[in-house]
């Protein structure tokens, strides 16, 4: 890497102006073209400069005063450094020593040595600043020599200093004054340079030997005058002159003509060897611009100009002339390479840093600046374009939109993600996810795989825009400072608030197109209030008959928040990102409330999917459809977690009362729509399930396997199974959904945990209740034609010899019953038959309370039977129950003999006895009971 350069010694270290100096160091440059700057004491040396090597280069003092640094400048090191100092001084020249520039003798001294005044520009009482110096008063001097010790107020004094002199003389004077006596000032100075005294001043010397010729000449003519004999000497002599002239002319005619030429040949070489540069430079001005060489051509062009730009020479200017054509040519190939896009944005800086060094008129950086803006506004609206096209030409599967085929890539992006991927930059392969719940492939979903022209569409604009618009944002950057200029270039003014205002607006406009051309393709409704004409640029998406977009919502949703996480990363104004914030925010709304419906519709369909299987455990059995509907919901959950949660540059989801309203019913809909599946499997006909599919495309776009009709169970099995399906989601699955749920942020979740509790707890009853309709009506109905049967009469009957059939048909019914509930669910046993014993209760008080007249044999036989079952059954007894035996018992008379009580015992055991074996299940429930 090329080092600064570095003063180390000089040679002399001190002189008047006009002096050779010799300067030494290290890295002075690598040629005469690579030096762009010499100062010495802070004057400008460039032009008196002559480049030896890298560790020497020789020059001419300036009009330097004082001590200060030299200091080099070339093109490879750039500003240099130095170890050294020279100090400058001006040389003091007495009245009665030769000079050959003018000595200011204003303040001189006579023979006594008193000073006095001679032709000064300004009389002694008389202000330079042409203003009266009686005024408020004037400054102490004592105070002025102690600010300036070897300093003068006196304007003919050589120390004089301005400060003193100002503030002695005008501290009471208004700034308007002082600048008003710093015109007239100039104005006096202008005039003595430019008068008879200047011209004075300039020919002394010549001036000076003239008259001595003259007054020599005018002694030798007296002399002569007087000596003569007649006539005029001066006419003799001249006389004499003009035919010395004429021979002279004859005999040297020839030669002084050849001597003219060779003059002027020897003047025409020497100009043109001094200002060889000047002729040169057409030629390496083209030479340069070919080879790519702009900062030499740049600095050329520079160099002429502050030499020659000014020039009376008629030759000179004819060249500078055609240097001038040259730079105006190359000033327009570089804003036209400046124009051409795409273009990187250390190209642009250049070529702006190049067009501001020559010149151009106008602003090279604003006009680069408006036309990249308009250029990416052209990007965003050709994709649109583009893609559009492609939806609309490309032949679809199943009539869907957004099916790419690999023969027609877009120039945009190769390829672009698949739902539930995450976002990487620069991978253009990702892992696909399914819709929820699903149980296919990739290769069995077959074209509901493939990348939609939407999604592409989204990620290839997003692509354009991060792409190009960050180079536009730092091209701002630097022209806003100024960083743009060159480094050896003072700063021009800043780009002012007009254009700052202006600038804004321009970024606002392409984030306002690329949020309404997002909006377009995926949030149409949101720009149905803009006018026809404005809504018809942003473009209108073909639609598919099987389009299914909302799985892939999540990565719409994920590219739209990079997006928005790299434009805040770039520091941009707040007004000028809102668009794309709004429609961030806007897109994780829908993305949650469409996939919350999807989810819905998903649930909804899982009656086509359940299996009637029943897979058991300890606590009871349920089928695989509350698993099914649990994978539903948590899947969802998981796949809305990144566009739950807010990112630091966001704003929260569910901060709008509307969407937290909207999404609250979207979760209490979901979690309802189970119980409403539920309902249906239970209470579907023997036509409807003959109606329905072996196979059936679900919502999701998956094709599940559904049941026959022939293996669908009878109702009464069917309700049961529900029934546990439906105790199973109230107590496990609804908990630990709404847990989840509340976990992950969504909104209202008690309200949600409470309305879909209520839809189940209403389904669980229906389904209860018509469960035990199913098998209540036949066993109660079966009870008073058993106690008739045989003709059998309370008032006359023969003594009980044992429990009659009707009891022990209606407990062999009851323990099918236990039969087919325990198969499914042992935990609903209890609950069935305690309400199946309370409809037998209060079907036997019925009985007991039609009996108008009662015998003693028929009293002990109802008792007999009564205690029978009550004893049976005891397990499933409930306080209603309890009352209704009890109360039917009363009805009875009671045992008047120990004979009959004795008798009564005897058959009761021996009831048990004989029904030991179909009563044990119903000791079985109690040691579970016992052990649960």
Same mark, same amino acid.
């Given at each position: 890497?090329?080092?600064?350069?570095?003063?180390?010694?000089?040679?002399?270290?001190?002189?008047?102006?006009?002096?050779?100096?010799?300067?030494?160091?290290?890295?002075?440059?690598?040629?005469?073209?690579?030096?762009?700057?010499?100062?010495?004491?802070?004057?400008?040396?460039?032009?008196?400069?002559?480049?030896?090597?890298?560790?020497?280069?020789?020059?001419?003092?300036?009009?330097?005063?004082?001590?200060?640094?030299?200091?080099?400048?070339?093109?490879?090191?750039?500003?240099?450094?130095?170890?050294?100092?020279?100090?400058?001084?001006?040389?003091?020249?007495?009245?009665?020593?030769?000079?050959?520039?003018?000595?200011?003798?204003?303040?001189?001294?006579?023979?006594?040595?008193?000073?006095?005044?001679?032709?000064?520009?300004?009389?002694?009482?008389?202000?330079?600043?042409?203003?009266?110096?009686?005024?408020?008063?004037?400054?102490?001097?004592?105070?002025?020599?102690?600010?300036?010790?070897?300093?003068?107020?006196?304007?003919?004094?050589?120390?004089?200093?301005?400060?003193?002199?100002?503030?002695?003389?005008?501290?009471?004077?208004?700034? $308007?004054?002082?600048?008003?006596?710093?015109?007239?000032?100039?104005?006096?100075?202008?005039?003595?340079?430019?008068?008879?005294?200047?011209?004075?001043?300039?020919?002394?010397?010549?001036?000076?030997?003239?008259?001595?010729?003259?007054?020599?000449?005018?002694?030798?003519?007296?002399?002569?005058?007087?000596?003569?004999?007649?006539?005029?000497?001066?006419?003799?002599?001249?006389?004499?002159?003009?035919?010395?002239?004429?021979?002279?002319?004859?005999?040297?005619?020839?030669?002084?003509?050849?001597?003219?030429?060779?003059?002027?040949?020897?003047?025409?070489?020497?100009?043109?060897?001094?200002?060889?540069?000047?002729?040169?430079?057409?030629?390496?001005?083209?030479?340069?611009?070919?080879?790519?060489?702009?900062?030499?051509?740049?600095?050329?062009?520079?160099?002429?100009?502050?030499?020659?730009?000014?020039?009376?020479?008629?030759?000179?200017?004819?060249?500078?002339?055609?240097?001038?054509?040259?730079?105006?040519?190359?000033?327009?190939?570089?804003?036209?390479?400046?124009?051409?896009?795409?273009?990187?944005?250390?190209?642009?800086?250049?070529?702006?840093?190049?067009?501001?060094?020559?010149?151009?008129?106008?602003?090279?950086?604003? &006009?680069?600046?408006?036309?990249?803006?308009? +250029?990416?506004?052209?990007?965003?609206?050709?994709?649109?374009?583009?893609?559009?096209?492609?939806?609309?030409?490309?032949?679809?599967?199943?009539?869907?939109?957004?099916?790419?085929?690999?023969?027609?890539?877009?120039?945009?992006?190769?390829?672009?993600?698949?739902?539930?991927?995450?976002?990487?930059?620069?991978?253009?392969?990702?892992?696909?996810?399914?819709?929820?719940?699903?149980?296919?492939?990739?290769?069995?979903?077959?074209?509901?795989?493939?990348?939609?022209?939407?999604?592409?569409?989204?990620?290839?604009?997003?692509?354009?825009?991060?792409?190009?618009?960050?180079?536009?944002?730092?091209? +701002?950057?630097?022209?806003?400072?100024?960083?743009?200029?060159?480094?050896?270039?003072?700063?021009?003014?800043?780009?002012?608030?007009?254009?700052?205002?202006?600038?804004?607006?321009?970024?606002? $406009?392409?984030?306002?197109?690329?949020?309404?051309?997002?909006?377009?393709?995926?949030?149409?409704?949101?720009?149905?209030?803009?006018?026809?004409?404005?809504?018809?640029?942003?473009?209108?998406?073909?639609?598919?008959?099987?389009?299914?977009?909302?799985?892939?919502?999540?990565?719409?949703?994920?590219?739209?928040?990079?997006?928005?996480?790299?434009?805040?990363?770039?520091?941009?104004?707040?007004?000028?990102?809102?668009?794309?914030?709004?429609?961030?925010?806007?897109?994780?709304?829908?993305?949650?409330?469409?996939?919350?419906?999807?989810?819905?519709?998903?649930?909804? *369909?899982?009656?086509?999917?359940?299996? +009637?299987?029943? $897979?058991?455990? &300890?606590?009871?059995?349920?089928?695989?459809?509350?698993?099914?509907?649990?994978?539903?919901?948590?899947?969802?959950?998981?796949?809305?977690?990144?566009?739950?949660?807010?990112?630091?540059?966001?704003?929260?989801?569910?901060?709008?009362?509307?969407?937290?309203?909207?999404?609250?019913?979207?979760?209490?809909?979901?979690?309802?729509?189970?119980?409403?599946?539920?309902?249906?499997?239970?209470?579907?006909?023997?036509?409807?399930?003959?109606?329905?599919?072996?196979?059936?495309?679900?919502?999701?776009?998956?094709?599940?396997?559904?049941?026959?009709?022939?293996?669908?169970?009878?109702?009464?099995?069917?309700?049961?199974?529900?029934?546990?399906?439906?105790?199973?989601?109230?107590?496990?699955?609804?908990?630990?959904?709404?847990?989840?749920?509340?976990?992950?942020?969504?909104?209202?979740?008690?309200?949600?945990?409470?309305?879909?509790?209520?839809?189940?707890?209403?389904?669980?009853?229906?389904?209860?209740?018509?469960?035990?309709?199913?098998?209540?009506?036949?066993?109660?109905?079966?009870?008073?034609?058993?106690?008739?049967?045989?003709?059998?009469? +309370?008032?006359?009957?023969?003594?009980?010899?044992?429990?009659?059939?009707?009891?022990?048909?209606?407990?062999?019914?009851?323990?099918?019953?236990?039969?087919?509930?325990?198969?499914?669910?042992?935990?609903?046993?209890?609950?069935?038959?305690?309400?199946?014993?309370?409809?037998?209760?209060?079907?036997?008080?019925?009985?007991?309370?039609?009996?108008?007249?009662?015998?003693?044999?028929?009293?002990?036989?109802?008792?007999?039977?009564?205690?029978?079952?009550?004893?049976?059954?005891?397990?499933?007894?409930?306080?209603?129950?309890?009352?209704?035996?009890?109360? *039917?018992?009363?009805?009875?008379?009671?045992?008047?003999?120990?004979?009959?009580?004795?008798?009564?015992?005897?058959?009761?055991?021996?009831?048990?006895?004989?029904?030991?074996?179909?009563?044990?299940?119903?000791?079985?429930?109690?040691?579970?009971?016992?052990?649960?």
């Amino acid at each position: 890497m090329p080092k600064e350069p570095k003063v180390t010694g000089l040679s002399p270290n001190e002189g008047p102006p006009g002096t050779k100096v010799t300067i030494r160091g290290e890295n002075l440059g690598t040629g005469a073209t690579d030096l762009t700057g010499l100062t010495i004491c802070g004057v400008n040396c460039l032009l008196t400069a002559e480049w030896v090597s890298p560790s020497k280069i020789t020059c001419k003092t300036g009009l330097c005063k004082g001590k200060g640094e030299v200091i080099v400048t070339t093109r490879s090191g750039g500003l240099g450094t130095c170890t050294v100092t020279f100090r400058g001084y001006v040389m003091q020249t007495g009245p009665l020593e030769e000079s050959a520039v003018w000595i200011d003798e204003s303040t001189t001294t006579d023979k006594r040595g008193r000073s006095k005044s001679s032709s000064a520009l300004f009389r002694k009482n008389e202000d330079p600043l042409g203003m009266s110096m009686e005024g408020k008063g004037k400054f102490p001097i004592d105070q002025l020599e102690e600010m300036f010790p070897e300093g003068s107020g006196d304007p003919s004094n050589d120390k004089f200093l301005s400060e003193w002199f100002l503030i002695e003389n005008h501290h009471h004077t208004s700034f $308007e004054d002082l600048k008003t006596g710093l015109s007239y000032l100039k104005r006096k100075s202008t005039q003595r340079s430019e008068g008879p005294l200047a011209f004075m001043k300039g020919n002394l010397t010549s001036i000076m030997d003239c008259q001595d010729a003259l007054a020599a000449m005018h002694q030798d003519l007296l002399k002569d005058e007087s000596t003569s004999e007649g006539g005029s000497i001066t006419e003799k002599l001249e006389t004499l002159l003009n035919n010395a002239n004429e021979k002279a002319n004859a005999m040297y005619q020839d030669v002084l003509g050849r001597k003219d030429k060779a003059d002027a040949t020897r003047n025409a070489l020497n100009v043109l060897q001094r200002f060889r540069f000047l002729f040169s430079l057409p030629g390496s001005i083209e030479r340069n611009i070919q080879n790519g060489d702009y900062d030499i051509v740049i600095n050329d062009y520079a160099k002429a100009k502050s030499l020659f730009a000014d020039t009376e020479v008629q030759m000179f200017k004819r060249v500078y002339l055609e240097v001038e054509k040259q730079i105006e040519t190359f000033r327009g190939e570089l804003t036209e390479k400046l124009m051409q896009l795409p273009s990187s944005l250390d190209e642009q800086t250049k070529l702006i840093r190049y067009l501001m060094d020559l010149g151009a008129p106008g602003d090279p950086a604003w &006009d680069c600046l408006v036309n990249q803006h308009k +250029w990416l506004l052209q990007l965003l609206f050709s994709c649109k374009e583009e893609h559009i096209k492609q939806a609309q030409t490309i032949p679809s599967v199943a009539g869907s939109e957004g099916d790419t085929p690999s023969h027609t890539p877009l120039k945009y992006r190769p390829s672009v993600g698949t739902p539930g991927s995450v976002f990487t930059p620069g991978h253009s392969s990702v892992k696909r996810i399914p819709s929820f719940g699903s149980t296919q492939s990739p290769d069995q979903a077959g074209w509901k795989f493939k990348t939609p022209q939407r999604v592409q569409f989204v990620d290839d604009l997003t692509d354009v825009l991060l792409e190009n618009f960050p180079d536009l944002w730092k091209l +701002w950057e630097g022209y806003s400072t100024g960083s743009l200029l060159n480094e050896t270039a003072e700063k021009a003014d800043v780009a002012n608030q007009e254009k700052e205002t202006r600038f804004k607006k321009m970024v606002k $406009e392409v984030m306002s197109v690329y949020s309404k051309l997002l909006r377009a393709a995926f949030l149409p409704q949101s720009l149905s209030s803009l006018p026809k004409e404005e809504r018809a640029k942003y473009g209108v998406w073909p639609e598919g008959k099987y389009d299914n977009m909302a799985h892939w919502l999540p990565q719409f949703v994920r590219t739209i928040r990079s997006c928005n996480s790299t434009l805040s990363g770039m520091n941009l104004p707040d007004e000028t990102t809102h668009d794309v914030r709004d429609v961030a925010q806007d897109t994780r709304v829908h993305c949650v409330t469409t996939l919350l419906q999807q989810a819905t519709e998903d649930v909804k *369909a899982l009656n086509d999917r359940e299996t +009637w299987t029943v $897979e058991r455990d &300890d606590r009871g059995g349920i089928t695989t459809l509350p698993l099914l509907f649990e994978n539903i919901i948590t899947e969802l959950i998981q796949h809305l977690k990144e566009v739950v949660q807010s990112r630091a540059e966001e704003s929260e989801i569910f901060r709008r009362a509307d969407t937290r309203m909207k999404v609250s019913k979207l979760c209490e809909d979901m979690l309802s729509a189970f119980s409403d599946t539920m309902d249906q499997l239970a209470f579907r006909t023997e036509t409807e399930a003959e109606a329905t599919p072996t196979s059936q495309q679900s919502s999701s776009g998956h094709d599940e396997l559904t049941s026959p009709s022939e293996h669908i169970p009878p109702l009464e099995r069917r309700l049961v199974t529900v029934l546990s399906n439906c105790s199973h989601t109230r107590e496990k699955v609804l908990p630990k959904l709404t847990d989840l749920l509340e976990k992950n942020g969504y909104p209202e979740v008690q309200k949600v945990q409470k309305g879909s509790q209520s839809c189940f707890s209403a389904l669980d009853e229906k389904l209860f209740d018509a469960y035990l309709e199913q098998k209540a009506d036949p066993l109660v109905g079966a009870l008073e034609p058993g106690v008739y049967a045989g003709y059998f009469m +309370w008032d006359d009957c023969l003594p009980p010899r044992g429990v009659r059939n009707y009891v022990k048909e209606a407990l062999m019914n009851l323990i099918a019953v236990h039969a087919e509930v325990f198969s499914i669910s042992p935990l609903l046993v209890e609950r069935v038959l305690s309400r199946l014993l309370q409809a037998l209760a209060e079907e036997m008080l019925r009985l007991m309370e039609c009996v108008t007249e009662w015998s003693a044999n028929g009293a002990n036989q109802a008792r007999l039977e009564l205690c029978a079952l009550q004893d049976a059954l005891a397990l499933y007894k409930t306080p209603e129950s309890s009352k209704s035996f009890h109360d *039917a018992l009363q009805m009875v008379p009671p045992v008047t003999s120990a004979a009959d009580r004795k008798n009564l015992e005897e058959l009761m055991n021996k009831f048990k006895s004989n029904m030991q074996l179909q009563l044990t299940c119903f000791r079985s429930d109690s040691l579970k009971r016992t052990l649960v």
